[in-house]
Each structure stands twice: as C-alpha cells, then as structure tokens.
C-alpha cells in the first residue's frame, strides 16, 4: 500500500471537527447531486418508455407510404412480400383519412382509420386495448337498420356522449368533391367497442372502420393508404427500412417509427440534454466545495506537510495525498448517489409513491426505468469533476515551503 493512499484516508476523520465536517458534508453534496440526476434521468426513461410503446401500439414500426398522394393498389401482393421479408413479424394495410362524426348528442371532426382486423392485431395493439365491447366489425341490426361496427377512443366516445351498441353517423369528402360542389358522403354505423390506448391525441381523435367500409366511404375503390410494419426489434428500423426500400425497387416511401414522430422524439431527446446539463451545475457547486475543503485540508495540515517533505516525500507525492483525497469524496458520493436512486426507484416501482391523476395524464404514478448506462456516465462525469476540483489544492500543498513551516 503506498503512504499518499494511507495518509488521504487518515484525513477523512482526523483534524479539527470543522474541516471533517466539511469533508462529510461534500461528500453528501455529491451524493445528493448524482442521487438526483440518476433519478431524474431514469424517471425521463420511464416515460420515454411509456410513449414509445404506446405510439408504437398504434402505429407500429414501419410504414410504407405510395410517392406523392398516389394510393397503394396492389397492397395484398405487397403486404405479402414485406411479411416473407427477415425480421418483420407481421404487414397490414391501412386507410388514413379524415372526416366528420355525429351521434344524436353531438358533432365533431376525427381521423378515420380503416383496417383489416386480423391483419391489424398481428401488427399493432389495439385489439389489446378495448375497455368496452368488442374488438369487431361485425353487422348488427340496430333499429331496422343493418349497420357495421366502429371502434371508437375513450375520450371520443366521451364527447359523443355515446356507449356501445349506439349508432353514429360518418361524414366524410374528397377535395374533388367540394370542387363539384357535392354533398359529403355519409355512413351510419354502431358503436361496437370502445379503445383507450393512454394517448390523448389518439383517443380523442381516432375511430376504425373495416378496410371495405373505409375504401366505399372515401372511394378509394381496392386502395389503401400506405401498409404499415411490426419488426422483432423495434431499434431495426432504421436499419431495416433502406433493405426494404431496395427489396421494393424504391417505388414507395420508406418511413421508420423514429421519422414519422420525430417530433416528439427529438424533443424528448432535447429535454435530456438539459437534464444534464442542469446535473452538471449541481455536481459543480460540489466541487467548488472540494476545493474549499481541501484548501481548508491544506492550511491545516501545513505542519504535516512539511514533516512528509522533511523525511524525503517529493511535491509530487504530495500532491497526489489530495487528490486521492478529492477522489475518495467523489467515490463516496457516486455510490452513495446510486445507492439512492436506486433504492428510490425500486420504492417508486414496487409502491407508486409518486402517482398521478389518470383523467389528466395517460399513466397513472410515474414509471422508473433504470438504464445502467446513465448512472456509469454520470458517475464517471461526477468523479472526472471531483478530480479537477483537486488539482488546485493539491497544487498548492506540494508548493508548501518547508522553510516558512519550520518558522511557524
């Protein structure tokens, strides 16, 4: 073992109650700041976690879009190429299309989403997320009328004022339509189930019909809007998308998950960068406090210090006692840091300490998702800063004059 290591853990509890006080109080400090950012940066996984799964669920992996506002024809030859393709687990055609909606109650614009129902189950997840009928097309009678089924969202629903089992009535017209100066094509319909996928937008906004139901109401003939993906990876996208661009001779746009929202994920990325950066300052006002307690360490020990150079120590050997000294700080605080995010992230998971309204928020406690990565790179930068923070009082011990100690 060699004495700078000895001597730098002997500081730790010996001089005046003031400075090893201090001493433990930095190393609190640090705790508290690596403690908060590893935190608060698994609390940002979770619910980056949380809307990607749940946007993902809608509008699966992939999609494939015809080149201008062209519509996709031959989409069963296509979505049978694209499932035969390595690593796409299921394809399914979609239409996507906007329009209006009434029920005896109320009026509102919505998206219209036209679907193949088994088609749709193999590639996204709302068969999963009915809270109310069934997740079916089926035509009923409903007051002497045949209808088909639409599934509507919860929040949609709730305008509408409607239940299951209740008609509505679909509006929908083509710009060629409002040019000639048509009336907008309507179709009646009975609510045969209800979806709440936890996203607002869609929620409140979205209603499926058949894909025959869909192509009649906005005379599409046998066309689809685009075909959309679901892969054994969702991080494949990006990779898989340029194969199957090439596999389909690049007559269709390519679009993975991360393009078509990137919106969101990029400002959910921004606002990680800002995490960090405010996890910068607080582990900074931290080393400013190594610094003043290794300088306080300094002018205590100056008697010390001048016997360790007496019997032969170097400035270099020195030196090194206080920077061992800052890194230890910086040891102590990023394990006591991880051991409490961690244990504050088991709590939150295992008894939802933090929760939230679920009518306002689409969760309802804040999800934790702990990514070993973040706490490495946080307690690498923490113990990085703990090591510059030392240089200067270490600096200024190893130019201790042994001459103005003995005159002391």
């Not at 599409?220 to 898989?240: E, F, S």
Request: hydrophobic share 50%.
């Amino acid at each position: 073992m060699r004495f700078e290591g000895f001597i730098a853990r002997r500081y730790f509890s010996s001089g005046r109650f003031f400075v090893s006080v201090s001493t433990w109080i930095t190393i609190l400090g640090v705790t508290l700041g690596v403690a908060v950012v590893c935190f608060v940066m698994s609390l940002h996984n979770g619910f980056e976690s949380e809307i990607r799964a749940r946007l993902l669920g809608t509008t699966a992996h992939i999609s494939v879009f015809p080149l201008g506002d062209k519509l996709i024809y031959n989409y069963d030859h296509l979505v049978e190429r694209l499932d035969s393709f390595d690593g796409v687990v299921a394809a399914s055609p979609f239409i996507y299309y906007k329009g209006g909606i009434s029920s005896p109650a109320s009026t509102d614009g919505i998206v219209i989403r036209g679907i193949d129902l088994e088609a749709e189950a193999r590639t996204a997840n709302i068969s999963e997320d009915i809270i109310a009928g069934d997740y079916s097309f089926e035509k009923k009678v409903v007051v002497d009328d045949t209808l088909s089924g639409i599934l509507l969202g919860r929040n949609l629903a709730d305008r509408l004022q409607t239940f299951v089992g209740q008609p509505v009535v679909l509006y929908a017209m083509s710009g060629d339509d409002i040019r000639a100066g048509s009336r907008p094509k309507i179709a009646k319909f009975y609510v045969s189930g209800i979806f709440e996928t936890g996203m607002f937008e869609f929620d409140a906004q979205l209603a499926y019909i058949s894909l025959a139901d869909a192509q009649s109401l906005f005379s599409m003939d046998d066309g689809v809007t685009a075909v959309h993906l679901k892969l054994t990876d969702i991080y494949m996208a990006n990779d898989v998308a340029p194969l199957i661009d090439q596999l389909l001779d690049y007559q269709y746009e390519i679009v993975p998950w991360n393009v078509l929202h990137k919106n969101i994920f990029s400002w959910i990325e921004f606002e990680k960068i800002i995490l960090f950066i405010g996890f910068i300052l607080i582990v900074l006002v931290a080393g400013f406090s190594i610094i003043s307690t290794l300088v306080m360490t300094t002018m205590e020990k100056r008697s010390e210090i001048g016997i360790l150079k007496t019997i032969g120590s170097t400035p270099n050997e020195i030196g090194t006692i206080f920077v061992l000294k800052g890194v230890l700080i910086g040891v102590g605080g990023v394990a006591g840091g991880w051991t409490l995010a961690g244990l504050a992230a088991w709590l939150q998971n295992t008894y939802k300490v933090i929760s939230l309204p679920p009518d306002i928020y689409f969760i309802s406690y804040v999800p934790i998702d702990v990514h070993p990565t973040d706490f490495l790179f946080a307690g690498g930068v923490t113990m990085l800063i703990c090591f510059l923070a030392s240089v200067y009082p270490a600096l200024q011990a190893s130019r201790t004059s042994v001459i103005d100690v003995l005159r002391q």
